[in-house]
């Protein structure tokens, strides 16, 4: 009897120490569309609660300012170009659909080493990480995977004789086609509190990468939602999703599983241009895709109660990549064999007062594609100097001139400082050729880079 007693308080202990993990990726959204970080135009209470419960993260940077690459980066806690994701097989900026190419499964994803610790798993929205069976996510370490295998705007009428249409699959199956995008965020939402219910009792990873806003000029919403934000479109889906994560986090309460559960809430890319504008991003300049600040320095909250100090702003520099190596950490699991970019950054999400990081010894890179563009370290951003394929895309007016700027401080970027500080231009422009012999750059392989998933023939996914 007293050895059973000490087995089930030894195993309670054990629950508890192991917290579930929410991730919560939205798509395409900008930086200044929640009301937590300054929007004005769309309500987002259940978002903004979250904040003020936890910590909100403003150095918080995606690996890509476009879906494929920035998504293979969260998954692999790797630069894109390391895992080969940086460009499609047709030299596009993310994967198609009936794409040959995809993550390759030899990489170690979150979810595999959330499945190590024994972890119950589920991703629920738009993948984007490779369309053929060998790639999905029931094959990447999710138990069990709901929604649509890449972008909501890649349907049939786009390339009728090669697209499907838009596959919602739960598993490996195609459950309908086209998908209902109009219902995707209420039925992804529905999903996930199911299996927040069915999994209530054992340590569990849900990855919940919203289909939404979206790619296209009108994201879709279902009826709740459709003509009743001040912002057209683009402003319902916002609120569809804030209201999402109000069901998400009553469920928790429901279940009394919010103490032990650390929710995190961000974006996989900034806003796109638009005109007339949608979404925004706020105070960053420029808009999703590129290098900017804009595209890939993210709203990023994260609350776990008791761990992550609450109302608090955290503003050291942190990455997607760093998640799995901290979701490791919290979770005891062990880190993937093969050499990863992200940084075990526990003690930083613990401590909002701190502002430095791991990343600025070693620099953290922005790459548009197979192009390195700018190298953050510390305060600062330094825009090389571009000859290449791209440079006429960097940003503003000087578009292949060298400029620095201290993002901290000037987050707007308003004032270019290169003249003053020789000294740290000279220092990032170091790390950016160190990146350049690890991971590459135009015309030009990296030492460390590791090959993409690839299938000698890919079939549309189909009913
Ligand atoms: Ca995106």
Same mark, same amino acid.
């Given at each position: 009897?007293?050895?059973? !007693?000490?087995?089930? %308080?030894?195993? /309670?202990?054990?629950?508890?120490?192991?917290? #579930?993990?929410?991730?919560?990726?939205?798509?395409?959204?900008?930086?200044?569309?929640? *009301?937590?970080?300054?929007?004005? %135009?769309?309500?987002?209470?259940?978002?903004?609660?979250? +904040?003020?419960?936890?910590?909100?993260?403003?150095?918080?940077?995606?690996?890509?300012?476009?879906?494929?690459?920035?998504?293979? +980066?969260?998954?692999?806690?790797?630069?894109?170009?390391?895992?080969?994701?940086?460009?499609?097989? /047709?030299?596009?900026?993310?994967?198609?659909?009936?794409?040959?190419?995809?993550?390759?499964?030899?990489?170690?994803?979150? @979810?595999?080493?959330?499945?190590?610790?024994?972890?119950?798993?589920?991703? /629920?929205?738009?993948?984007?990480?490779?369309?053929? $069976? &060998?790639?999905?996510?029931?094959?990447?370490?999710?138990?069990?995977?709901?929604? /649509?295998?890449?972008?909501?705007?890649?349907?049939?009428?786009?390339?009728?004789?090669?697209?499907?249409?838009?596959?919602?699959?739960?598993?490996?199956?195609?459950?309908?086609?086209?998908?209902?995008?109009?219902?995707?965020?209420?039925?992804?939402?529905?999903?996930?509190?199911?299996?927040?219910?069915?999994?209530?009792?054992?340590?569990?990873?849900?990855? !919940? $990468?919203?289909?939404?806003?979206?790619?296209?000029?009108?994201?879709?919403?279902?009826?709740?939602?459709?003509?009743?934000?001040?912002? *057209?479109?683009?402003?319902?889906?916002?609120?569809?999703?804030?209201?999402?994560?109000? &069901?998400?986090?009553?469920?928790?309460?429901?279940?009394?599983?919010?103490? #032990?559960?650390?929710?995190?809430?961000?974006?996989?890319?900034?806003?796109?241009?638009?005109?007339?504008?949608?979404?925004?991003?706020?105070?960053?300049?420029?808009?999703?895709?590129?290098?900017?600040?804009?595209?890939?320095?993210?709203?990023?909250?994260?609350?776990?109660?008791?761990?992550?100090?609450?109302?608090?702003?955290?503003?050291?520099?942190?990455?997607?990549?760093?998640?799995?190596?901290?979701?490791?950490?919290?979770?005891?699991?062990?880190?993937?064999?093969?050499?990863?970019?992200?940084?075990?950054?526990?003690?930083?999400?613990?401590? +909002?007062?701190?502002?430095?990081?791991?990343?600025?010894?070693?620099?953290?890179?922005?790459?548009?594609?197979?192009?390195?563009?700018?190298?953050?370290? *510390?305060?600062?951003? !330094?825009?090389?100097?571009? =000859?290449?394929?791209?440079? #006429?895309?960097?940003?503003?007016?000087? $578009? @292949?001139?060298?400029?620095?700027?201290?993002?901290?401080?000037?987050?707007?970027?308003?004032? &270019?400082?290169?003249?003053?500080?020789?000294?740290?231009?000279?220092?990032?422009?170091?790390? @950016? =050729?160190?990146?350049?012999?690890?991971?590459?750059?135009?015309?030009?392989?990296?030492? *460390?880079?590791?090959? +993409?998933?690839?299938?000698?023939?890919?079939?549309?996914?189909?009913?």
């Amino acid at each position: 009897m007293k050895t059973l !007693l000490l087995f089930l %308080l030894l195993s /309670i202990t054990a629950h508890a120490a192991k917290p #579930n993990i929410i991730f919560i990726f939205v798509d395409n959204f900008g930086n200044g569309d929640l *009301g937590c970080f300054g929007s004005k %135009l769309h309500r987002t209470p259940n978002v903004d609660r979250l +904040a003020a419960e936890g910590t909100k993260f403003t150095s918080f940077y995606v690996a890509s300012g476009v879906c494929t690459p920035s998504r293979a +980066a969260l998954m692999t806690g790797c630069y894109p170009r390391r895992v080969n994701m940086h460009v499609s097989a /047709i030299g596009g900026a993310v994967l198609q659909p009936v794409a040959e190419k995809g993550l390759n499964p030899s990489e170690v994803t979150m @979810a595999e080493v959330m499945k190590s610790a024994g972890y119950a798993t589920m991703c /629920i929205g738009k993948w984007h990480l490779g369309d053929q $069976p &060998e790639f999905l996510p029931t094959r990447q370490g999710f138990d069990e995977f709901f929604g /649509i295998p890449y972008s909501d705007d890649m349907t049939k009428d786009k390339k009728p004789d090669v697209w499907p249409e838009l596959p919602l699959m739960r598993g490996e199956k195609v459950i309908e086609a086209p998908a209902d995008r109009d219902h995707l965020v209420k039925r992804c939402t529905e999903e996930a509190v199911k299996f927040i219910a069915a999994h209530q009792a054992e340590p569990f990873f849900l990855y !919940l $990468p919203h289909t939404m806003p979206g790619s296209t000029k009108h994201p879709f919403s279902s009826e709740d939602f459709r003509g009743k934000s001040a912002n *057209g479109d683009y402003g319902d889906s916002v609120e569809e999703l804030d209201w999402s994560t109000g &069901e998400i986090m009553a469920a928790l309460k429901r279940l009394k599983l919010e103490e #032990n559960t650390l929710v995190v809430w961000t974006s996989d890319n900034g806003a796109a241009r638009r005109m007339p504008p949608q979404g925004g991003n706020a105070p960053y300049s420029g808009w999703g895709y590129d290098t900017s600040e804009g595209a890939m320095r993210m709203p990023c909250i994260m609350r776990w109660p008791g761990k992550i100090p609450t109302g608090a702003v955290n503003d050291a520099l942190c990455s997607t990549m760093d998640m799995l190596p901290t979701f490791a950490s919290l979770v005891q699991a062990k880190l993937p064999a093969q050499k990863i970019d992200g940084h075990d950054i526990t003690s930083i999400l613990m401590d +909002a007062k701190g502002t430095t990081s791991p990343w600025d010894d070693e620099g953290f890179f922005y790459y548009r594609m197979e192009q390195l563009q700018a190298v953050r370290a *510390g305060d600062w951003k !330094l825009y090389l100097p571009l =000859e290449g394929k791209f440079a #006429n895309l960097q940003r503003k007016a000087e $578009p @292949a001139k060298l400029a620095l700027y201290d993002v901290r401080h000037d987050v707007s970027e308003e004032r &270019e400082v290169s003249a003053q500080h020789p000294e740290i231009v000279a220092k990032l422009t170091a790390l @950016a =050729e160190k990146a350049r012999v690890d991971l590459g750059d135009v015309n030009r392989e990296g030492s *460390g880079q590791r090959a +993409a998933g690839k299938v000698e023939k890919a079939l549309p996914l189909l009913p």
